[in-house]
């Protein structure tokens, strides 16, 4: 199975200050037919299921804010979030889509500072 | 509105079963492919299985956790998806997720409790 790493594991950050989030797979992700990286991120708040934010590692969801942005490929990914929010406090995975059976990471607790 | 809906949870005795239901509306259910997750109290959440479509022969696929024991299945006529629990044990105890696969999972249920206590 991918193993899928999450660092760190939790974070506070200053509001309108910047995010990183990082996700690293056991194994590459890039499917290289298409060259397209199977993974997503997904933001999850108490009481709620996960939400999509992106998908093919850097594609926004419908309806996700433009300061939420992915990169990376192959086996290492990041998760942006540009100038922090009250709302954007949340547990936040990243998900390889890549091979079943699909994992994903440990999750990162994000907080305000 | 898409949406799915799910139903079935409750408490459980170890060894016994549950059979959980996700019902869609809002869009095409035929041609989704349905994931199950569950979220331990207080842990992440941990992929379980899934259903792919009629297309792709319904395949079915499961974690090794629960492997022998679950059953994904689904009712193309009724837009339903289902997940056949059996042998519960206690660390089977989670809020359980079904979620429509397209690229990530961008449709989820609301969740359902499943509590597996004697």
């Known amino acids: 199975d991918i193993v899928v790493t999450q660092s760190p594991d939790s974070l506070a950050v200053s509001l309108g200050e910047r995010v990183t989030i990082n996700c690293k797979s056991s194994?590459?992700?890039?499917?290289?037919?298409?060259?397209?990286?199977?993974l997503a991120w997904y933001q999850q708040k108490p009481g709620h299921p996960p939400k999509l934010l992106l998908y093919w590692a850097s594609t926004r969801a419908s309806g996700v804010p433009d300061r939420f942005s992915g990169s990376g490929s192959g086996t290492d990914f990041t998760l942006t979030i540009s100038r922090l929010q009250a709302e954007d406090v949340a547990v936040y995975y990243c998900q390889q889509y890549y091979v079943t059976p699909d994992t994903f990471g440990q999750g990162t607790r994000l907080d305000i500072k | 509105e898409v949406q799915l809906v799910q139903s079935g949870g409750g408490l459980v005795q170890p060894g016994g079963s549950l059979k959980l239901s996700c019902a869609a509306s809002?869009?095409?259910?035929?041609?989704?492919?349905i994931h199950w997750v569950r979220q331990a109290p207080g842990k992440g959440v941990e992929w379980i299985g899934r259903?792919?479509?009629?297309?792709?022969?319904?395949?079915?696929a499961y974690a090794a956790s629960v492997k022998g024991r679950f059953t994904v299945s689904r009712d193309d006529s009724r837009n339903t998806a289902y997940l056949q629990m059996n042998i519960l044990q206690t660390d089977d105890t989670a809020v359980y997720f079904c979620?429509?696969?397209?690229?990530?999972?961008?449709?989820w249920g609301q969740g359902t409790t499943v509590t597996v206590s004697s």
């Open positions: 194994q590459s992700l890039l499917f290289n037919s298409n060259n397209k990286n199977y």
């Open positions: 979620a429509r696969m397209n690229y990530g999972m961008d449709v």
């Open positions: 259903i792919r479509t009629r297309t792709n022969n319904y395949a079915a």
């Open positions: 809002g869009f095409t259910f035929s041609v989704s492919a």
